[in-house]
């Protein structure tokens, strides 16, 4: 399975938009605190639409606690990593993988990246950002590592359940 991990996340409509993202590919959400908003916050709520009932998560309170907790396979995004997400592989959709994104403002400190290096990767980007919104990003690496597992458990061909299959035909 894999798994979306928000690292003090800041922006309460970034989270929500993440959560959305969630649902939609199958993967359980870890928010480490300290959060920069409430949960209850309706920017959240209103973020996250009405696919928070349908969204597996769960709130820790420290990255220790996160890793005596989550045991698997760690991959983070930053902009220090030496690969690009299509390098990795992480193909098999069996293992669980968890997928860490910094906070807004201040990424995901060095301290925890370290000993992980072999697993940092980054977005191929313009010399001229320094990097996206954090809800696009995450976006663009699950549906990356979505494509690599041949997109397990989502409906790629089935008719569109809200206006019908043949609605471009109509």
């Given at each position: 399975?894999?798994?979306?991990?928000?690292?003090?996340?800041?922006?309460p409509?970034?989270?929500?938009?993440?959560?959305?993202?969630?649902?939609?590919?199958?993967?359980?959400?870890?928010?480490?605190?300290?959060?920069?908003?409430?949960?209850?916050?309706?920017?959240?709520?209103?973020?996250?639409?009405?696919?928070?009932?349908?969204?597996?998560?769960?709130?820790?309170?420290?990255?220790?606690?996160?890793?005596?907790?989550?045991?698997?396979?760690?991959?983070?995004?930053?902009?220090?990593?030496?690969?690009?997400?299509?390098?990795?592989?992480?193909?098999?959709?069996?293992?669980?993988?968890?997928?860490?994104?910094?906070?807004?403002?201040?990424?995901?400190?060095?301290?925890?990246?370290?000993?992980?290096?072999?697993?940092?990767?980054?977005?191929?980007m313009?010399?001229?950002?320094?990097?996206?919104?954090?809800?696009?990003?995450?976006?663009?690496?699950?549906?990356?590592?979505?494509?690599?597992?041949?997109?397990?458990?989502?409906?790629?061909?089935?008719?569109?359940?809200?206006?019908?299959k043949?609605?471009?035909?109509?």
């Amino acid at each position: 399975m894999n798994h979306v991990v928000l690292y003090q996340p800041e922006i309460p409509q970034n989270t929500g938009n993440i959560m959305r993202t969630c649902v939609a590919i199958g993967a359980k959400l870890h928010l480490i605190k300290p959060l920069g908003f409430s949960l209850e916050e309706k920017y959240l709520k209103r973020a996250a639409a009405n696919y928070l009932d349908h969204l597996d998560y769960v709130v820790h309170e420290s990255i220790e606690d996160f890793f005596e907790h989550e045991p698997g396979e760690y991959y983070f995004l930053s902009r220090y990593g030496m690969q690009s997400p299509d390098a990795l592989d992480v193909a098999d959709a069996s293992l669980t993988r968890y997928f860490f994104f910094g906070s807004e403002s201040t990424g995901i400190p060095r301290a925890i990246l370290k000993p992980h290096i072999d697993r940092c990767f980054r977005l191929p980007m313009s010399v001229h950002i320094r990097s996206l919104n954090l809800a696009n990003t995450v976006a663009i690496v699950m549906y990356e590592v979505m494509r690599q597992q041949d997109y397990p458990g989502l409906e790629r061909f089935e008719p569109e359940i809200y206006k019908g299959k043949d609605h471009l035909l109509k």
